[in-house]
């Protein structure tokens, strides 16, 4: 399973747990730590204290060890619609295209795939996370509108 973070400069962390891990709020809880060592080095420049964290409402995004971990970064989390996939920019933005990209390719092993998603990742082009923030945003607001869904038609 792998977790990513992204914004408008591109992806700032992907993040995989071992085939047959569980994940759980203890296993989860170090994924933002990691995230907000990585944001110091790749963004040194960003006001950290500024990040909007967009979860789904796993129950390892919304544990109260998770919640207070990332309350200790100062950062605030936006609270997502109980189903809303739509509202998942993985799912609607990143894991199509890399789905088609990887696709009828053969991997010997999971670090290999590992690999692939780091490469297509780190290939794509600033435009297309600028892209996927102003489609979340758009999303976001039509959510909003409509009492908290959103359904693409």
């Known amino acids: 399973m792998a977790t990513d973070f992204w914004g408008t400069q591109g992806v700032i962390l992907v993040d995989f747990f071992s085939r047959g891990e569980t994940v759980n709020s203890d296993s989860y809880i170090d994924t933002p ?15 950290i204290g500024n990040v ?37 920019s993985p ?20 670090e290999e795939v590992k690999s692939a998603v780091r490469t297509w990742l780190k290939e794509q082009p600033i435009q297309f996370y ?9 999303r976001w607001n039509i959510a909003l509108e409509r009492g908290g869904d959103y359904v693409e038609k």
């Open 33 to 47: 730590k990691r995230l907000w060592a990585r944001v110091l080095q790749v963004r040194p420049d960003m006001d």
């Open 52 to 88: 909007l964290l967009l979860h789904d409402n796993a129950r390892t995004h919304t544990s109260i060890k998770t919640m207070e971990a990332i309350a200790s970064f100062c950062w605030t989390t936006l609270p997502h619609p109980s189903y809303s996939p739509d509202l998942a």
């Open 91 to 110: 799912d609607y933005h990143l894991f199509g295209p890399m789905q088609q990209a990887l696709r009828r390719k053969h991997y010997e092993n999971d």
């Open 130 to 138: 600028e892209a996927g923030i102003r489609a979340l945003v758009k």
